[in-house]
C-alpha cells in the first residue's frame, strides 16, 4: 500500500522515503525553472513601462509609468525572493490540504460582490491558469497523475498538486503585492509573467518534470488515454457533475447545484438549485428587464444608467464584460436574491467566454454583444443553466463551434453570417426564445449548403493527397529495386548515374501507365537486370552468352531511353562510354579494374548519386500531360519530403495516433504564426494525415511521427472540443473550487 504524503507526513520524513526524495526533486526543478524565468521576465518590465510612458496621453500617466518603473527596480530583489517564497510555501500547502487556512480569494459576501481591484486581479491570475489548463493540458494531466502517484493519491485534484498552474501564478500574485503604483500597473506586470512566463516557460518545465519523473520510474508506461477515466468507485468531481449533467437534455442537475458542490459555503447558492421554467417578471424585475431592452437597443440614456461613462460604442463593440456594471446598477435598484444571483453567474461566465483563446477575437466580440440578450433569457427563463438542449444555449454553442476554425479573411460569408444573426437578436428579441431556435434552423441550413462545398472540396484535396502517396511510394519502391541491385557490388559511376535518373524515370512512366503486375514493368526491371550482369565478371567468364545478349540488351536501352526523352547528346554519350566498356570486358577485362587514365569511376555506395531533378519533373509533367496522373503538387513531390523524424513511442505519438476525423488541431510556426486546421483524412495506404481550413482546402498534411514531434515540440496543440457554455462552467466551478480551498 502506498503512503499518503501530506505536508506533516513530508515534514517528519524529509529525505527518509523515495517519494519524499522525488517530491523534493520536483520541488527544486520547479524552484530552478522558475525563478531564472522570473529573472528574464522582471528585466521586460522596465521596457514595457518605460514605452507606456512615452506613450502616455498625458504627463500625469507619464509620471506614475515613471514611478512605476523605479519602484519595481527598488523591489525587484525583493519580488524574487518573495516569489521564491510563495513557491515553496504554495507547495508545501498543496501537500497539506487538511492544515490549509486560506481563505477563499475574490469573495466577499455575496457571489460576485468583491472589491473591483480584487475582481481584476483574481481574473487575470484565473486567466493564467485557464491558459496552462488549455495550452499544456495534455502535459498537465499527465504530470497530476504522476504526482499523484507520489502522493499516494492517484486521482489527485488539479488545485492540490504542488508544481500546479494554481501554485505558480499564486506565487506570483503574492510576489507582487506590494506594488503600490496601483491596480493599472499591477495588471501589466500580471501580464508580463501571464506572455513571458506562463506562456514560454511553463510547459517546459511540465516535460521535464515529466522526463525526469519518467526516468526514476514514476508511472514510465502511462499513457494519455488512461487519463480520461474517473477515479474507481468515487463520484466524479464537481467539474465532471456538471459535465455530465449538461450532456444530457433533461434538467438534472443544473449550475447552481454544481456551484453550491463546488463551493459548499458561498453564500446565496441554492443548496438543491433552481426551479426551472419561465417567470413572471415582479415589478423591481419587470422594470429592469424594460432597462436591459434599452441598453440592447442600444439607448445611450440606458447605457449611461446602468453602466455610468461607458459610451455605448463600447456596449456595441462586445469585447468588453458589461453584465458586472449592469448587475451593481441592478442591486442598487432593488434587485435581489435569486436574480441578483443568476447576473452575477452570467457575469462570470462571460468572463471566461471573452477570454477562450480558443476563438479568434473578431469572433468573441460578435459572440459578446450577445451578453445583454442572454441575460435576458436567463432572467426570463431558468432552465437556460440547467437544460444543454436549450435553444439560446445551442445557438450560443453552435456560433462558438464554427468560429473555432473561422479565419477572418478568408470566411468574410461566414462571419457576415453570424453578424446577421447576432443582430437580429439584437433587433428582435424581447421575452420569445422560439427566436434563438428558429435563428438556429436557419445556421444549420446556411452550414448545410457550405458543408456541400466544402465536402467536395476536402474529397478532392484527399484525392490530391492520395495521388501525392502513390506516387511517392512508387519512388520509394523504384529507388528500393535500383539500389538494392548497386548494393551487391561496385559499378561504374556513369551506370550508377544512369539507373538512378533516366531508368528510374522509365520505371515511374511504366508503373504509373501499366502497374507493377504488367509485362512492361517486369520487361524494365528485366533489362536493368541485364545491364548490371552484362558488366559483371560473370559476364566477362561468359563472353558468348554476353555477345548474344547485347543487341537486344542495346535495342531496349535505346527504346527506354526514347520513352524518358532523354536528351539526344547525353544518350549518345551514355551508349559509346557502355559499348567502350562492353568491349573493355569482352577482351577479358573487369568493368571496374583500374586502368590508368582509362579507369572507370566507381560508385560503392549508390547513395552518392545525386538525383537529376530536372528529368524527373520533366518526367512528371509528362504523366500529366497525358493524364497518366491526377493534379500533383511536383515541386512538392521533387523537394522531398520533411526531415526525418525520430519514431519513438511516447505520449504524444499516441496523441496523434488517437486523433479523429473532425478534430482542429492549432499549429505554431517558428515565428509564432498560429494556424487552426480540422482533421479531414487519413490515408488508408500510410496513415498520414490531411488537415484543411474551414473551406476544405489543404491546410497541412502530416505523418504520424512528424505530427507527434509537433505535439512534443509545443508546435501543435489540441483544440477542446468540449462546447463554450460547458468549456465556461466548468472553468467557473474549477475557479470557485480553488477559492474555497
Same mark, same amino acid.
Given at each position: ?107 466577499? !459576501? ?48 488539479? #488545485?492540490?498538486?504542488? /508544481? ?29 509573467? @501571464?506572455? &513571458? ?134 442591486? =442598487? ?18 468572463? &471566461? ?36 438542449? #436549450? ?54 441550413? &446556411?452550414?448545410? @449548403? ?37 548494393? =551487391? ?13 533516366? $531508368? ?28 548490371? $550482369? ?41 551508349? @559509346?562510354?557502355?559499348?567502350?566498356? #562492353?568491349?573493355?570486358? /569482352? ?24 538525383? @537529376?531533378?530536372?528529368? +524527373? ?46 478534430? $482542429? ?6 515565428? !509564432?504564426? +498560429? ?7 487519413? =490515408? ?20 504520424? #511521427? ?36
Amino acid at each position: 500500500m502506498k503512503n499518503v504524503i501530506s505536508m506533516n507526513a513530508y515534514g517528519r520524513h524529509r529525505g527518509d522515503s523515495r517519494q519524499n526524495q522525488l517530491l523534493r526533486g520536483c520541488r527544486e526543478r520547479m524552484q530552478r525553472h522558475l525563478t531564472g524565468a522570473l529573472r528574464k521576465m522582471l528585466g521586460k518590465v522596465d521596457d514595457a513601462l518605460f514605452e507606456l510612458a512615452e506613450k502616455a496621453e498625458n504627463n500625469a500617466v507619464q509620471t506614475q509609468y515613471f514611478d512605476a518603473m523605479r519602484e519595481v527596480r527598488l523591489k525587484r530583489d525583493g519580488i524574487e525572493k518573495a516569489f521564491e517564497k510563495a513557491l515553496l510555501e504554495g507547495f508545501e500547502a498543496a501537500l497539506d490540504p487538511a492544515g490549509s487556512e486560506n481563505e477563499p480569494v475574490g469573495l466577499d !459576501g455575496e457571489l460576485g460582490l468583491v472589491d473591483d481591484e480584487v475582481l481584476e486581479e483574481n481574473l487575470a491570475v484565473r486567466n493564467m491558469v485557464t491558459r496552462v489548463e488549455i495550452e499544456a493540458k495534455q502535459d498537465l494531466g499527465l504530470l497530476e497523475r504522476r504526482m499523484g502517484e507520489l502522493l499516494g493519491d492517484p486521482w489527485l485534484e488539479q #488545485h492540490r498538486n504542488p /508544481v500546479g498552474p494554481e501554485v505558480i501564478c499564486e506565487a506570483f500574485r503574492q510576489a507582487v503585492g506590494d506594488i503600490e503604483s496601483g491596480i493599472k500597473v499591477k495588471l501589466i506586470i500580471l501580464k508580463l509573467f @501571464d506572455r &513571458y512566463v506562463v506562456g514560454e516557460d511553463v510547459l517546459p518545465l511540465y516535460r521535464a518534470l515529466n522526463a525526469w519523473l519518467v526516468q526514476e520510474g514514476v508511472l514510465p508506461e502511462l499513457k494519455l488515454s488512461q487519463l480520461r477515466r474517473s477515479a474507481p468507485g468515487t463520484a466524479a468531481p464537481a467539474v465532471g457533475a456538471v459535465t455530465g449533467a449538461m450532456a444530457d437534455d433533461d434538467v438534472g442537475e443544473d449550475l447552481f447545484a454544481a456551484l453550491q458542490a463546488a463551493a459548499p459555503g458561498l453564500p446565496g447558492l441554492p443548496a438543491g438549485g433552481i426551479q426551472g421554467g419561465m417567470v413572471s417578471p415582479a415589478p423591481v424585475q419587470q422594470a429592469f428587464m424594460q432597462g436591459l431592452d434599452r441598453i440592447q437597443h442600444g439607448d445611450p440614456a440606458a447605457i449611461q444608467a446602468a453602466l455610468g461613462g461607458m459610451e455605448p460604442g463600447v456596449v456595441g463593440a462586445g469585447t468588453v464584460n458589461v453584465i458586472h456594471g449592469i448587475g451593481a446598477t441592478a442591486r =442598487s435598484q432593488g434587485v435581489a436574491g435569486m436574480d441578483a444571483l443568476i447576473i452575477d453567474v452570467l457575469a462570470m461566465l462571460f468572463d &471566461y467566454i471573452l477570454e477562450d483563446d480558443q476563438i479568434p477575437p473578431e469572433l468573441r466580440a460578435i459572440i459578446g454583444r450577445l451578453q445583454i440578450p442572454l441575460l435576458k433569457v436567463a432572467m426570463l427563463d431558468r432552465e437556460f443553466f440547467a437544460r444543454k438542449s #436549450h435553444p439560446a444555449r445551442r445557438l450560443l454553442n453552435r456560433l462558438a463551434e464554427e468560429a473555432v476554425g473561422c479565419d477572418p479573411e478568408s470566411d468574410r460569408e461566414l462571419i457576415e453570417t453570424m453578424e446577421g444573426i447576432v443582430q437580429r437578436i439584437l433587433d428582435e428579441f424581447e421575452e420569445d426564445i422560439g427566436l434563438f431556435e428558429r435563428l438556429l434552423e436557419e445556421f444549420e441550413a &446556411y452550414l448545410q @449548403d457550405e458543408a456541400a462545398q466544402v465536402a467536395h472540396r476536402v474529397e478532392q484535396s484527399a484525392r490530391l493527397l492520395a495521388g501525392k502517396e502513390r506516387l511517392q511510394l512508387a519512388r520509394e519502391r523504384i529507388d528500393h529495386e535500383i539500389r538494392a541491385r548497386l548494393a =551487391s557490388h561496385p559499378v561504374p559511376e556513369f551506370i550508377a548515374e544512369f539507373l538512378l535518373n533516366s $531508368w528510374k524515370n522509365l520505371l515511374m512512366v511504366v508503373y504509373v501507365k501499366e502497374g507493377e503486375e504488367s509485362l512492361a514493368w517486369s520487361r524494365t526491371l528485366n533489362t536493368m537486370d541485364q545491364l548490371l $550482369w552484362s558488366i559483371s565478371d560473370e559476364a566477362r567468364e561468359q563472353r558468348a552468352r554476353l555477345l548474344k545478349l547485347l543487341p537486344n540488351l542495346v535495342g531496349s536501352l535505346r527504346e527506354g531511353i526514347e520513352a524518358v526523352v532523354m536528351p539526344e547528346e547525353k544518350a549518345r554519350a551514355f551508349l @559509346d562510354r557502355l559499348a567502350e566498356l #562492353h568491349a573493355t570486358i /569482352v577482351n577479358g577485362q573487369s568493368a571496374v579494374a583500374e586502368q590508368g587514365e582509362e579507369a572507370q569511376p566507381v560508385v560503392e555506395a549508390p547513395e552518392a548519386v545525386e538525383e @537529376d531533378r530536372e528529368m +524527373t519533373v520533366a518526367t512528371l509533367h509528362r504523366l500529366l500531360e497525358e493524364e497518366a496522373l491526377e493534379d500533383v503538387d511536383i515541386e512538392e513531390i521533387t523537394l522531398g519530403g520533411d526531415e526525418p523524424v525520430e519514431q519513438v513511442e511516447d505520449e504524444y505519438v499516441e496523441m496523434a495516433r488517437s486523433l479523429e476525423v473532425g478534430q $482542429w488541431v492549432e499549429f505554431r510556426d517558428e515565428e !509564432g504564426e +498560429t494556424l487552426r486546421a480540422k482533421l479531414t483524412w487519413i =490515408s488508408p495506404v500510410t496513415g498520414n494525415y490531411l488537415f484543411t481550413n474551414r473551406q476544405g482546402l489543404k491546410a497541412a498534411d502530416k505523418t504520424l #511521427h512528424g505530427l507527434a514531434a509537433e505535439f512534443r515540440r509545443g508546435q501543435a496543440r489540441l483544440i477542446d472540443e468540449v462546447p463554450l457554455f460547458e468549456r465556461a462552467v466548468s472553468q467557473l466551478v474549477e475557479g470557485l473550487k480553488r477559492q474555497a480551498g
